[in-house]
Each structure stands twice: as C-alpha cells, then as structure tokens.
C-alpha cells in the first residue's frame, strides 16, 4: 500500500517510516505543518465548542461527545476543592487540559512568533534538508489552528489522486494507565484523545491509518531506536525537569536508563513531552546529517537547541 507519513523531524514519526517500511509498504510522501498562529493555544472557548459541536450537523459523533464532556468536565475542575478527593481532582483536571490542541504532538507544529509552541522545535528548512537524506520528497504547508484539520483533509485528499490510500502517524504509545499520579494520567488520556482524533479523520478521508508504535511500549520504542542504528538527538528539554546539558545528548542506553529513573521518581513520560528530539541518521537515511551550527538558547519556558544549519554527508 502507498502511505504517507506524518513529519516531525523527530525520533517517533522515523521509528514509523522504518516500521511501515520494513511491513512492504511504499512510502511516497512526508506531510510537514508548519503553523502560524498561536491563537488556539488556550483552553476551548465555548463559542468555538458550539462551533466544532454544530459543524457537519447530524454527524454527532463519540469524538464530538468526548469534547462537550471535556468542556463541562473544565468547568467542573475549576469549582471543585481539592479536599474532596484527591483522585476526583486528578481526573477532572486532566480531563479540562485533554483538548485538541494537545493534537499539536502529532505533527511539527513550528511556529513562528514570540510564542512558539515548544514540542519539535526544528525549522522547517532543516526538516525539508532531512527529508532530501532520506529521500522522500516532502510537503510543508502553513496552516492555523483553526484550519488545520480541514487542511490536513485537503492534502490528503490531493494525495488520494496520487495513489496513498493510507496515513502514517509516529504517535508515541500510552504506556499503561495510572491515576496514582497525576502527569502519568494527563499523558495517559492526552495520547488517547489523540488516537481517536486519528481514527475520526481517516474514517471520513476513506484512508487507513497506521500507528506502528501504538502497541509497543514507550521505552520500547527508545530501545528499538538504539538497536536498528537510529542517531537521536535532544533538541528541547523541560529545565524544571532535565538539565541544559541535555541538548544535544544522544539517545542510548545511558539516555535510557536516565529516563526510566525520571519516570519513576518524577512520573514524566519516558517517551517525550519534557524532552523532544531530532534524527540525524539511521536505516532509512541515504546520507547522515552533521549539525554544522547549533546554539542553545531559551523559548518560553524550554530551552531548545536552535539547529541553524546542517550538511548532509556519504555514509
């Protein structure tokens, strides 16, 4: 089947393209959003609920449902004590964060402007310069948050003309589900708010969606990285959680096992979400890239390493 594949630039969306690729699929496109607005950055607003709730009426779907549910449940975890119960609370305030905007960590959602939404903070240039390594040719489009989806619809369907009859996404597993902390549970019910936004998208495109890493758990997915020969490297990190030495550190076993322990002592998400990462090489590069200039730097409140330029070079 010819798929294409959703682009970060990032470690889970290039463990996918393997995965899809080592199943016989045909990968024939790498999709880049670059958004340019933050105006959607922020809670739902209930006029815009009303909007997305009323669009395509009669069509009242499960995933619209879990959004009116959201909203309420907002509003609820705002007037609700925290001495009434303490897991009551873990539930309502995940659930009034759990919005589509969280959609934000399955593509590169670069942005330009002073508040740049940090999750894979790599220009659009250098994921373009990566796409010519691996040798796929890649689309970037500017969107909105507000265009998105129907913009995601619009290239995908231009796509159908071509043959892709299937779409690939890098979305990080959920690990297992836990209420006893309350960054585990977010992540928990974020990544499946994410799954079926996937799944409602390409239900109505008529394409097959494939989530290759969904089954498999997130430290995983870092080790499979290490094992087929994958060059990762930290590009954001959380300066409450890791430290500014990070940017630039390579995934490895050393990596790996520092994040099993930040999970367990802090409850983080091995897979991401205080730290996100670039590819510099692997199986699926015709040619590595070499960082040529790089400078750490602050965004808001992540520190990020700004890749300004990068060579590729023969293997």
């Known amino acids: 089947m010819r798929v294409a594949v959703?682009?970060?630039?990032?470690?889970?969306?290039?463990?996918?393209?393997?995965?899809?690729?080592?199943?016989?699929?045909?990968?024939?496109?790498?999709?880049?959003?670059?958004?340019?607005?933050t105006e959607k950055r922020t809670p739902y607003k209930f006029s815009n609920l009303?909007?997305?709730?009323?669009?395509?009426?009669?069509?009242?779907?499960?995933?619209?449902?879990?959004?009116l549910l959201r909203y309420l449940l907002e509003t609820a975890s705002k007037n609700t004590p925290k001495k009434i119960s303490t897991k009551t609370h873990y539930i309502l305030e995940a659930a009034s964060k759990n919005t589509p905007k969280k959609i934000s960590t399955l593509i590169s959602y670069i942005l330009r402007g002073s508040e740049s939404m940090i999750w894979h903070e790599?220009?659009?240039?250098?994921?373009?310069i990566q796409s010519k390594a691996i040798d796929i040719p890649i689309i970037q489009?500017?969107?909105?948050?507000?265009?998105?989806?129907?913009?995601?619809?619009?290239?995908?369907?231009?796509?159908?003309?071509?043959?892709?009859?299937?779409?690939?996404?890098?979305?990080?597993?959920?690990?297992?589900?836990?209420?006893?902390?309350?960054?585990?549970?977010?992540?928990?019910?974020?990544?499946?708010?994410?799954?079926?936004?996937?799944?409602?998208?390409?239900?109505?495109?008529?394409?097959?969606p494939f989530l290759p890493l969904w089954e498999k758990?997130?430290?995983q997915v870092l080790v499979e990285l290490i094992e087929k020969g994958f060059e990762v490297v930290i590009v954001v990190v959380n300066?409450?959680?890791?430290?500014?030495k990070w940017l630039g550190r390579k995934v490895n076993l050393d990596f790996v096992e520092d994040i099993r322990k930040l999970h367990r002592s802090k409850g983080i998400h091995v897979g991401g979400d205080e730290y996100h990462t670039f590819v510099i090489d692997g199986p699926i590069f015709k040619k590595?890239?070499?960082?040529?200039k790089s400078k750490k730097m602050s965004k808001g409140d992540y520190l990020i390493l700004n890749i300004s330029e990068v060579r590729p070079v023969d293997k």
């Not at 009303?50 to 959004?67: E, Q, R, V, W």
Request: charged share 30%.
């Open 6 to 37: 959703t682009w970060t630039g990032g470690k889970d969306c290039c463990l996918a393209l393997y995965d899809v690729f080592s199943q016989g699929h045909e990968v024939s496109t790498l999709i880049n959003f670059i958004f340019t607005d």
């Open 50 to 67: 009303l909007s997305f709730i009323l669009k395509d009426f009669g069509k009242f779907s499960p995933y619209k449902a879990s959004i």
């Open 122 to 128: 790599v220009s659009p240039e250098i994921i373009a």
């Open 141 to 208: 489009r500017k969107t909105t948050w507000r265009t998105f989806e129907d913009q995601f619809k619009e290239v995908m369907n231009e796509l159908k003309h071509e043959g892709i009859e299937g779409a690939v996404w890098g979305i990080a597993p959920p690990g297992y589900l836990t209420m006893d902390n309350y960054e585990k549970f977010k992540d928990y019910m974020q990544l499946m708010a994410e799954r079926d936004w996937i799944y409602k998208v390409c239900e109505e495109l008529k394409i097959e």
């Open 217 to 219: 758990s997130p430290e």
């Open 239 to 244: 300066p409450k959680i890791l430290p500014e």
């Open 288 to 292: 590595r890239l070499e960082i040529v």
